[in-house]
Nanobody
Framework: QVQLVESGGGLVQPGGSLRLSCAAS????????MGWYRQAPGKQRELVAS???????NYADSVKGRFTISRDNAKRTVYLQMNSLEPEDTAVYYC????????????????WGQGTQVIVSS
């Protein structure tokens, strides 16, 4: 198991950018698949982006071309670069780690961080 701590959220104007970070502690970070989820008030949690141990990435249609997920195994950190932010991106963003991409996509098991709030508003 890994422990996860997200950071980088905040208030940003529409069209702006933020970079979220998810720092992991524990061993063997490099073998984990990682995902960024978000949950807006009154909505179900949704998978925004994922990255495998081999650095294969996938994105939700709503963020394709705007968000980029990446990982630095030496720093045990996964990032979510968010550009061209829209009010609809407002949510609490969570990091998830699991031994397989299937588990990350399922969004139930694995390790979770405490979340970081992103607010997109003018």
């Amino acid at each position: 198991q890994v422990q996860l701590v997200e950071s980088g959220g905040g208030l940003v104007q529409p069209g702006g950018s933020l970079r979220l970070s998810c720092a992991a502690s524990g061993s063997a970070f490099g073998i984990y698949a990682m995902g960024w989820y978000r949950q807006a008030p009154g909505k179900q949690r949704e998978l925004v982006a994922s990255i495998t141990s081999g650095r294969t990435t996938n994105y939700a249609d709503s963020v394709k071309g705007r968000f980029t997920i990446s990982r630095d195994n030496a720093k045990r950190t996964v990032y979510l670069q968010m550009n061209s932010l829209e009010p609809e991106d407002t949510a609490v963003y969570y990091c998830n780690a699991a031994r397989s991409l299937t588990t990350v996509v399922a969004g139930i098991f694995g390790s979770w961080g405490q979340g970081t709030q992103v607010i997109v508003s003018s």
